[in-house]
């Protein structure tokens, strides 16, 4: 496991929630060296869990019949949201794998 990759995976997984957003002019010039992790991470959490409740709420306007909201709406939204979160499942595997080889490591 390489630290880099998980970083470079963290920050492009960043990158991309902010473009589905469409707020790339907040995105801050530097990234890696600026930002306490546990902070990134929360931030990285926090537009997954804003993807997924606007892809609840979206779901939710076109069953109730709602014109402005169109089934292709409903379906990238949804995809966006799935994406979004497979992602941070395989970062996640990725800290905890990180953290039993550095467990497991002789002292």
Known sequence: MNISDTSSLFNEMQALSVQ?????SQL?????????????LKQAIDNVNGLQQNTGELRNRFEMGDRDVSLGDVMIAASKS?????????VRNKMVEAYKDIMSMPV
């Open 82 to 90: 799935s994406v979004a979160f497979e992602a941070t499942v395989q």
């Open 20 to 24: 589905a957003k469409g707020l790339e």
């Open 28 to 40: 801050p010039a530097t990234q890696s060296a600026q930002g306490d992790f546990s902070q990134l």
